[in-house]
């Protein structure tokens, strides 16, 4: 049984979708959300307990510039 439940939250074209991944470590999840191309991902315990959140678009830079 999996042990840590990514969702990554991505936009595109105004509607917001969500993706679910599953992981045996933390540390396997915690790096595949920090590489992930989404505009913000949260790691739960397998008791729906949130564990890390991260915003990987912030982490490898904007994808667009304020003017």
């Known amino acids: 049984m999996s042990k840590h439940k990514v969702r990554l939250h991505k936009w595109?074209?105004?509607?917001?979708?969500?993706?679910?991944?599953?992981?045996?470590?933390?540390?396997?999840?915690?790096?595949?959300?920090?590489?992930?191309?989404?505009?913000?991902?949260?790691i739960y315990s397998n008791t729906g307990e949130l564990v890390y959140s991260v915003n990987p678009s912030v982490v490898k830079g904007p994808e667009y510039a304020y003017t």
């Open 12 to 42: 595109e074209d105004g509607v917001l979708k969500s993706l679910t991944h599953f992981f045996e470590s933390m540390e396997d999840a915690i790096a595949f959300a920090g590489t992930a191309d989404a505009h913000g991902a949260k």
